[in-house]
């Protein structure tokens, strides 16, 4: 009964952000705009750099997918979750008809979270096709699934958090350029952590992404992408737990 | 009853919005929380739909508190707010599906079906709502909160902003909604809405109830007749009575106020009184 209803909650706030999704989908302006930076990281990085570089024998355009494809599913997963949220609750108001309805704030925040994992993953795999037909190169292993999904889990959470809070629109572009903007960047999209200065590495290795980095790039199980695993693991939880937490508390 | 909510107050960093309101409304009772802007209506509205967590106070709706057991409650009621919050970029029907989803209607395709046909929007029903007037846009929230068939809805300025015709609909579509035993708990700063759809009304003022009655007993109670003068300097004014009586007597001995009418009070008139009075 309970779970049945968790399920039925969760697949009515999927259903509403899907139908929303594919009302923008036929706009061109949202999907230049979703997905035109990785591309153009992608094509400049990997022509400019990509035959002259290589990281342990790894062929730079492939390092390079694979840290577009972590930024990307993250970017796309993170903001249209939380613009979904954050818009819905302070300017066209129809949150509140998510929050007044006898679904549970665990199941709005699975909804939520499911329809920003889709919404990532189809960023994700135009990332994947363009670097294969860019670049021949093909990222689709099984370490890499694990870290797609537990980064777009992560990152749709904290989407879903920040939506909740924030008290105007101009908030999400300072959490922007003060937190996803730097993470994107210094985690290990374009160039390996371990370059870093010994201070910003520390700091580096508390972001989520450098660990979906770390996993996506693995060819062994190893220790380092067991850590890992269990960071994100343990990050993933943490926010679903503090995001259905300020569901229940949500007041205006 | 339907609805009992008792001692609810709120306060937003130093304006008390609400202070120690008390509402008890039956099953199929349509109640009218009347005042001015800034009355404290749409807070009270939002502490009863969950929205927002008094400061202190309790709600139990059909017999379910609305903290401790949100869901049940929430399965009670339904909420049309003061603005649309439909989803613009949806149809209709697409907002109708999302809504009957959330709230689990057993056959929402027979459900929405039924809703368009109730609610005159087969017309409509493809066209993304961002499209629809503002009438109809409120025609399609009243619509959708109706396919769960709730035993409370709450409305909050139902026709607020909407021409002349349209509110003539939405007051229609409330008629209809209260014949098949709903209750309702409306707010408005109308005095003639409240009083052509509300078998009580509280009349609200700086967050507080003030008067709580019928409409008609309120007319009674607070004074039958309306003394309107002009004094000497052209300042209108107004004044209560009970009686044609009183109205004469208190006249004698006052020559500076001419010209002056005297007519039968409305709703209206209390309100303005109470208005001036807090």
């Known amino acids: 009964m309970i779970l049945n209803d968790f399920k039925a909650g969760a697949g009515a706030v999927l259903l509403r952000e899907m139908l929303l999704l594919k009302v923008k989908l036929t706009r061109f302006g949202f999907v230049f705009y979703s997905l035109m930076s990785p591309l153009i990281y992608l094509a400049a990085f990997g022509f400019g750099f990509g035959s002259r570089i290589s990281f342990d024998g790894v062929r730079y355009e492939l390092f390079l997918v694979q840290g577009l494809i972590s930024m990307t599913s993250m970017m796309n997963s993170y903001n249209l979750v939380m613009t979904s949220v954050s818009f819905g609750r302070l300017h066209n108001k129809s949150f509140q008809t998510i929050i007044t309805s006898p679904t549970s704030p665990a199941a709005i925040m699975a909804g939520l979270i499911l329809s920003g994992i889709l919404r990532g993953l189809v960023a994700a795999a135009v990332i994947i096709g363009a670097g294969y037909l860019l670049f021949d190169v093909f990222v689709l292993s099984g370490f890499a699934a694990v870290a797609l999904l537990l980064n777009l889990a992560f990152f749709s959470g904290l989407g879903v958090i920040v939506g909740l809070l924030i008290k105007d629109m101009e908030s999400s572009a300072m959490i922007m350029n003060f937190f996803i903007m730097p993470m994107s960047f210094f985690s290990g999209t374009f160039f390996p952590v371990d370059n870093l200065p010994n201070a910003v590495k520390g700091v580096v290795y508390l972001f989520p992404l450098t660990h979906t980095n770390i996993i996506m790039r693995a060819q062994t199980l190893d220790g380092a992408v067991i850590v890992s695993g269990l960071i994100l693991l343990a990050a993933t939880l943490a926010v679903g737990t503090v995001g259905t937490c300020t569901m229940s508390n949500y007041s205006e | ?278």
């Open chain 2, 1 to 278: 009853m339907i609805l009992v909510a008792e001692n609810l107050s709120k306060s937003y960093r130093r304006v008390q919005a609400a202070d120690n309101v008390s509402l008890r409304i039956d099953v199929g009772e349509v109640f009218g929380l009347l005042g001015p802007n800034g009355a404290g209506k749409t807070t009270v509205i939002k502490m009863i739909s969950t929205l927002t967590h008094p400061d202190s106070g309790s709600v139990v709706i059909k017999g379910f508190d609305i903290r401790a057991q949100a869901r049940q409650a929430r399965s009670a009621f339904a909420v049309v707010p003061q603005e649309n919050n439909l989803d613009g970029e949806l149809s209709v029907v697409d907002n109708l599906r999302v809504y009957a989803s959330l709230h689990r209607v057993a056959t929402p395709r027979a459900a929405i079906d039924r809703i368009i046909a109730e609610f005159g929007i087969a017309d409509k029903a493809r066209v993304p709502v961002e499209k629809l007037s503002g009438g109809q846009k409120r025609r399609v929230m009243i619509a959708r909160v109706m396919l769960t068939q709730p035993e409370l809805i709450l409305l909050d300025e139902p026709t607020l902003g909407l021409d002349p015709s349209f509110r003539r609909d939405i007051w229609n579509l409330i008629t209809r909604i209260r014949r098949q035993g709903t209750a309702i708990l409306l707010t408005t700063h109308y005095t003639d809405e409240a009083e052509s759809l509300c078998d009580r009304v509280a009349i609200m003022s700086k967050g507080r109830i003030i008067h709580e009655d019928t409409p008609q007993n309120l007319i009674t109670t607070a004074g039958s007749f309306v003394l309107e003068t002009t004094d000497s300097n052209g300042q209108r004014d107004f004044r209560l009575f009970t009686s044609q009586e009183e109205i004469n007597r208190s006249l004698i001995d006052r020559k500076d106020i001419e010209p002056y009418t005297v007519r039968a009070a409305k709703l209206e008139d209390i309100v303005a009184n109470v208005e001036h009075n807090h």
